[in-house]
């Protein structure tokens, strides 16, 4: 018999209140292994070190946009995606900036930021942004990674000289 929970957690910020709601099952379903992401939930906003506010999903991690997809076009694929995880839409509600697209390498929902899909870094850990101005190539394409800030931009250091190499060991 699997038992249906409700979690509500509200996140205060100061002068924001933002609302998580997630539902899962204490079921042990085989679907609900340890760092999954393919249910990671909805997003909510969390204040991270110098980062500031930002989107994070239901696990407290960063959320990301690419330069090269703000389009709306998928370019993440392949081995990127052992970096760079989609965060899979879990209902097809979208709000203000955020919406969802179909991938067409999985045909799973990704939930978008102003029309980019959004990821999530495998390189951090909840409470962490470390991905942000990150850049990196996969399979030819270069990409340039931004973290999800929740005054509705996705921020660049552009005070600082353009990065050569992401810093990371893959």
Request: aromatic letters at 8%; glycine letters at 14%.
């Amino acid at each position: 018999m699997k038992i249906n929970k409700l979690i509500l957690v509200v996140l205060v910020v100061p002068g924001l209140a933002t609302t998580l709601v997630a539902c899962g099952n204490d079921g042990g379903s085989d679907d609900d292994t340890a760092g999954s992401d393919t249910d990671t939930g909805p997003l909510s906003v969390r204040s991270i070190g110098s980062a500031g506010d930002v989107y994070v999903d239901a696990d407290g991690r960063a959320v990301y946009v690419a330069e090269e997809e703000k389009s709306g076009k998928v370019l993440c694929t392949g081995s990127c995606l052992d970096v760079w995880k989609p965060v899979i839409a879990s209902g097809s509600a979208t709000t203000g900036d955020f919406g969802t697209l179909t991938r067409p390498d999985t045909d799973e929902k990704q939930v978008t930021f102003e029309g980019a899909p959004v990821y999530t870094f495998t390189m951090e850990g909840s409470g962490e942004v470390t991905g942000n101005d990150v850049t990196d190539e996969f399979d030819g394409v270069s990409f340039t990674w931004h973290v999800v800030d929740a005054g509705g931009a996705a921020p660049s250091d552009t005070s600082s000289s353009p990065d050569t190499g992401n810093g990371y060991d893959y």
